[in-house]
């Protein structure tokens, strides 16, 4: 099972805080975006944005980084503050 949490504006174009996919083997961030894109349509057109961050059990990720079962990803979007 991974587990996808959405922060910020994501959470709430989703409306849902995120979710927990059963996957049978390793897959990449990019083959986990395919799948949210296809859950949260509202998503869509940011979950493929160069500025969205992702984390992989609280650490930097890319479209090739590896997600296997257990793996916890957090979707946040640019922020800026002061």
């Given amino acids: ?6 922060f910020a504006m994501l959470k709430t174009l ?4 995120g979710k927990q996919y059963e996957i049978s083997s390793p897959i ?13 349509p509202a998503l ?4 493929d944005s160069r500025s969205l ?3 992989v059990n609280q650490e ?3 479209r090739t980084t590896v ?3 257990g793996d916890e990803v957090g979707f946040l979007p640019p922020f800026s503050g002061g």
Avoid: Q
């Avoid at 099972?1 to 959405?6: A, E, I, R, S, Y």
């Avoid at 989703?14 to 805080?17: M, V």
């Avoid at 869509?44 to 979950?47: E, F, P, Q, S, V």
């Fill in 1 to 6: 099972m991974v587990t996808v949490k959405f």
């Fill in 14 to 17: 989703a409306k849902s805080e």
């Fill in 28 to 40: 990449t961030v990019g083959e986990l975006k395919e799948l949210i894109k296809k859950d949260f």
């Fill in 44 to 47: 869509a057109g940011l979950i």
């Fill in 53 to 55: 961050l992702v984390s």
């Fill in 60 to 62: 930097f990720a890319t």
């Fill in 67 to 69: 997600v296997k079962d």
